[in-house]
């Protein structure tokens, strides 16, 4: 079994900053690509960026410049970086992972989710 578990969240001032973490477990056998997705109060889920097993990073256009996606092979985690804070970044935060374990091929494993609240 997989567990991707977030932590970072919390309220922010406009213009501030935030770190995600993102790390996962369990009987991994290897990781892919992660990425980190949002959901906005009554809006649908979003791609806010990925990064490759190789570090090849990919970001929404409403983050770019702002938002900083990595990685930490050796700890199976990842991370966000979050500088420039608006209020419409508010959103739940969703790490994603593709995972292969020790009895299953490759399958897309979600976090629960950490919110992040950006208000004055």
């Known amino acids: 079994q997989v567990q991707l578990v977030e932590s970072g969240g919390g309220l922010v001032q406009p213009g501030g900053s935030l770190r995600l973490s993102c790390a996962a477990s369990?009987?991994?056998?290897?990781?892919?690509?992660m990425a980190w997705y949002r959901q906005a109060p009554g809006k649908l889920r979003e791609l806010v960026a990925t990064?490759?097993?190789?570090?090849?990073?990919n970001y929404a256009d409403s983050v770019k410049g702002r938002f900083t996606i990595s990685r930490d092979n050796a700890k199976n985690t990842v991370y966000l970086q979050m500088n420039s804070l608006k209020p419409e970044d508010t959103a739940v935060y969703y790490c994603?992972?593709?995972?292969?374990?020790?009895?299953?091929?490759?399958?897309?494993?979600w976090g629960k989710g950490t919110l992040v609240t950006v208000s004055s």
């Open positions: 994603n992972a593709n995972i292969a374990t020790t009895f299953q091929p490759r399958y897309n494993y």
């Open positions: 369990g009987s991994i056998f290897s990781i892919n690509a």
């Open positions: 990064i490759t097993r190789g570090d090849s990073t």
